[in-house]
C-alpha cells in the first residue's frame, strides 16, 4: 500500500487543518459556554456558522464515496481527514456532516434505500438539515448479540406494526432529529440472521415514548444529539417504509457497521494525537519538586509509549482502509475487528494519561480529555464489545489450522 497522501487528500487535508484552526477550536468555548443556556440536547448555535463555513470550503460529507452528493472519497483517502475531527470529536465531525449516527444511517439509505426513502430522508440529512438516530440495543437483551432482538415488526395488511423497547438509540434526544431507523424481528421462526428487519420510523409517529436520555459518565452527550430510551407501542407505518426487505435487518447492520467502526476508530486516533499534544505542553509548562513534569522520567516514559502506540494504530488503521477499498469490507474483516479492539483501548491509555500529567485540571471542564476519556471508554461497548471482536477473531484464527488438519 502507498502511505503517502494523493493531491486531493493532501488539499482537503490543508483546508481542513486551517478550517480547524481558525473556526472550531475557538468555537470550542463558544459551544459550551451556549450549551449551558439552552435546552438539553439542543444543538447549540454555533454549530450552523460553523457548517456555513465548511460548505463554504467544500469540506461537507466527506465520509461518503458513492452519492452525487458525497466527496467520492476512498476510505484511504478520507482516513486521515477523520483524524482531524477527532482531534475535536464533539464539533468537527458535525460540522462537516460527518458525524454518527448521521453517517451510518445516510449510508444505509444510500446502499438500501429506495428512490422514495433516499428522497424524503437521506437528501434532508445529506444537507444537514435534520439529525437521525438508530435503534438496535435493547434493555432486556444482550444486544452484543443482534440476533437476541425481541422489538416485534409485524405485517397488516398495508403497514408494519412496530412493538418494542430500545435503549442508546443515538441521536434520538436531539429536537431535529426526525428520522428513526428501527431494527427489530419480522419473523422469530426463519433462520436466526433471517428473522430481523430495518424499518423507518418518523419520530412523530403515534406511540412513540421516548423515556429519558441515557446518561454517558455522567454526562448527557448533547453533543451527539443525546442517547433514548424509546418505548414503540403499536407503532404504524406504511409498509414502504421497510428497508430492502423482510429478513435483511442483519445484513444491513454489516454494511452499517464495517465503515461505522474504521470511522470511529480514525477519529480516536485524532482524539489521542490531541491528548498527546495537550500533554507535552502541559509537562513542558508545570513544575513539580523542582523541575518540569516533561523531566519527571515517569512522564517521559508516558510520551514515548503513547507516540509509539499512535503509531502503530494509525498504520493498522490506514491498513484497513486500503483493504476495504481493494477487497471489500468482507476481505478486511479481520482488519475491522482488530482495529476496533486496539484503537479505543489505545486512545483510553493515551487520554488516561494526559488526564495524570493535567492533574486536577485533567478531570474538568477546562480541558476536553475528561469528555474525550469518556467518549474512549464508550466505543469499547459501542459497535460490539471487545469481547465479541475477540472472540470471532480468534475464532477466524483459528479456523486456518482446522482446514490445515482436515
Known amino acids: 500500500m502507498e502511505f503517502s497522501y494523493d493531491e486531493r487528500t493532501e488539499q482537503l487535508r490543508a483546508e481542513l487543518l486551517d478550517f480547524m484552526e481558525q473556526h472550531v477550536y475557538p468555537a470550542e468555548a463558544v459551544a459550551e459556554h451556549q450549551l449551558g443556556e439552552i435546552a438539553p440536547w439542543t444543538t447549540p448555535p ?7 463555513e465548511a460548505r463554504k470550503r467544500g469540506l461537507w460529507n466527506l465520509f461518503l464515496p458513492h452519492h452525487p452528493l458525497g466527496a467520492g472519497l476512498s476510505n484511504l483517502q478520507y482516513a486521515p481527514l477523520a483524524e482531524i475531527t477527532g482531534r475535536s470529536p464533539h464539533l468537527a465531525p458535525e460540522s462537516i456532516n460527518c458525524n454518527a449516527p448521521d453517517t451510518g444511517n445516510m449510508e444505509v439509505l444510500t446502499m438500501f434505500g429506495t428512490a422514495e426513502q433516499q428522497d424524503r430522508w437521506l437528501k434532508p440529512l445529506l444537507a444537514g438539515e435534520i439529525r437521525s438516530a438508530f435503534c438496535m440495543t435493547e434493555p432486556e437483551v444482550a444486544s452484543s448479540d443482534a440476533t437476541n432482538i425481541t422489538t416485534r415488526i409485524e405485517r397488516d395488511g398495508d403497514s408494519y406494526v412496530i412493538n418494542g423497547r430500545k435503549w442508546w438509540s443515538s441521536g434520538a434526544m436531539n429536537p431535529r432529529c426526525e428520522i428513526f431507523i428501527v431494527m427489530g424481528k419480522t419473523d422469530p421462526a426463519a433462520d436466526r440472521h433471517r428473522q430481523q428487519s430495518q424499518i423507518l420510523v418518523p419520530r412523530d409517529t403515534p406511540g412513540i415514548e421516548i423515556k429519558r436520555g441515557m446518561h454517558v459518565f455522567g454526562y448527557d452527550d448533547g453533543w451527539h444529539g443525546g442517547h433514548a430510551e424509546i418505548t414503540f407501542t403499536d407503532v404504524r407505518v406504511p409498509a414502504s417504509n421497510l428497508i430492502a426487505g423482510e429478513g435483511e435487518g442483519f445484513a444491513i447492520a454489516q454494511a452499517r457497521l464495517g465503515p461505522g467502526r474504521i470511522h470511529h476508530c480514525m477519529r480516536l ?7 498527546l499534544e495537550l500533554m507535552c505542553r502541559r509537562a513542558t509548562e508545570r513544575v513539580a519538586f523542582g523541575k518540569p513534569l516533561s523531566a519527571q522520567g515517569v512522564v517521559g516514559e508516558w510520551i514515548a509509549e503513547a507516540r509509539v502506540r499512535i503509531e502503530q494504530a494509525r498504520l493498522l488503521v490506514l491498513k484497513t482502509a486500503w483493504l476495504m477499498d481493494t477487497v471489500g469490507n468482507k476481505g478486511a474483516h479481520t482488519e475491522i475487528q482488530a482495529i476496533k479492539i ?53 475464532k477466524r484464527e483459528l479456523r486456518k489450522y482446522g482446514a490445515e488438519r482436515s
Open 46 to 52: 454555533v454549530m450552523e456558522e460553523l457548517k456555513t
Open 269 to 275: 486516533i485524532g482524539m489521542a494525537e490531541r491528548a
Open 342 to 394: 486496539v484503537v479505543p483501548e489505545m486512545a483510553g491509555w493515551v487520554i488516561d494519561k494526559a488526564i495524570q500529567v493535567h492533574g486536577g485540571g485533567g478531570v474538568s471542564q477546562d480541558f476536553p480529555l475528561a469528555h474525550m476519556w469518556a467518549g474512549a471508554r464508550t466505543l469499547r461497548l459501542a459497535d460490539g464489545p471487545d469481547e465479541v471482536h475477540k472472540a470471532s477473531l480468534a
